[in-house]
């Protein structure tokens, strides 16, 4: 008899990811024997080997602890050493409530009973920018990227369901966002393809399905169902809300809408990227009869590509601030500049565009 079909289809996610991160390590990596040293110091030939004769990769999954990611524990503790990948975890400890760091030890021992290795608990400081489920998560990124980096993982895998995916999608409608953040999560993203998130085509009841089924303990953390926090109010009242006025459906939706928005924002940032260079003179100055001539679309993201160069904060910068930049160009008056985040201003001065530190 088989798995419980919540089990398989967690596993079969997983199992994907792994062929994935396979291929592409198998086309960087140096045979063994052939002398390289690994991100950890050790002599590639020292390390265990993949069937393939490559370093054997390692895999991390970030974990809180919570049923998603011991979830996703579970099925890559069962999946990799089948595919010759070694398999590890990291819980982060934010420090935001009483316990954490208890609830952190247990998160490693519970990997480690599941035979990963490395298994490592980092403690984070959470700062103020943004808002706390910003500062949160920046904090959380932070600590991936730096255990990853000290361990040589080839890819960190998140456990974000398809519910997360609709969430993220109603966030960015409320908040007025573009396509891009409509396109909710990528299924691998970060620097080098860090990220992986096997489970955005599971919904989350499927994922918590299946630790049941594996008798696998859980924790719930209270911060998803405080109303203090807007993604819990979404969670909570407004998808509910929504399924019960326009049918089931809304999430797969949602998913759906992520998706179609990702291919379209890839195209669109393409076309940006080619028209850039066609807009700047010798100079390099960005020229305002030129950009007229690009499409809306188009000729935001190269202003919004060069307002990052000049030094503004991605994350702070909103299409509000672009759409600023982008009247001096079509609705030109002879305002002075605009103040944007990182102490960066764009003004217009002789049929230029000139974007740079205030």
């Known amino acids: 008899m088989g798995p419980h079909p919540a089990v398989a289809a967690i596993r079969l996610a997983v199992r994907r990811v792994l062929h994935d991160i396979l ?34 990769p390692l895999v991390l999954v970030a974990c809180s602890g919570g049923a998603d990611s011991m979830g996703l524990a579970s099925a890559l503790a069962f999946e990799a050493p089948k595919l010759g990948v070694r398999a590890g975890g990291v819980t982060v400890d934010h420090g935001l409530q009483a316990g954490s760091d ?22 984070v400081a959470v700062g103020r920018d943004g808002g706390p489920e910003a500062a949160a998560r920046d904090a959380r990124y932070a600590a991936l990227d730096s255990v990853a980096q000290a361990h040589g993982a080839a ?24 396509i891009r953040s409509l396109s909710g999560m990528a299924a691998v993203s970060g620097a080098d393809r860090r990220y992986r998130r096997p489970f955005l085509q599971l919904d989350r009841q499927t994922v918590r399905t299946a630790c049941l089924a594996q ?58 990227a080619d028209a850039e260079a066609s807009v700047r003179d010798d100079a390099g100055q960005l020229e305002v009869a030129k950009l007229c001539k690009l499409p809306p679309a188009v000729r935001r993201r190269v202003l919004r590509k060069a307002a990052i160069t000049a030094g503004a904060p991605a994350g702070s910068l ?11 160009i079509t609705g030109w008056r002879g305002q002075s500049g605009i103040n944007l985040p990182g102490r960066v201003e764009a003004l217009r001065q002789g049929g230029r565009l000139v974007i740079r530190q205030g």
């Open 215 to 272: 008798a696998i303990p859980v924790w719930d953390d209270p911060h998803n169902v405080d109303p203090a926090y807007t993604r819990s109010r979404l969670r909570q009242e407004g998808l509910p809300a929504l399924e019960k006025a326009l049918g089931k459906g809304v999430v797969q939706a949602l998913a759906r809408t992520a998706q179609l928005s990702r291919d379209d924002a890839d195209a669109l940032d393409a076309w940006a």
């Open 23 to 56: 291929t592409d390590h198998s086309a960087f990596a140096t045979p063994a024997g052939a002398g390289a040293r690994g991100a950890t110091g050790a002599p590639a030939a020292s390390r265990p080997l993949h069937p393939g004769g490559h370093p054997a």
């Open 155 to 178: 890819a960190v895998l998140l456990a974000h369901t398809r519910d997360d995916q609709a969430e993220t999608v109603l966030l960015g409608l409320a908040r007025g966002s573009g």
């Open 102 to 123: 208890i609830r952190a030890a247990e998160v490693v021992a519970r990997l480690t009973a599941m035979k990963l290795d490395p298994v490592e608990a980092v403690a």
């Open 318 to 328: 909103f299409a509000r601030h672009i759409e600023e930049v982008d009247r001096l």
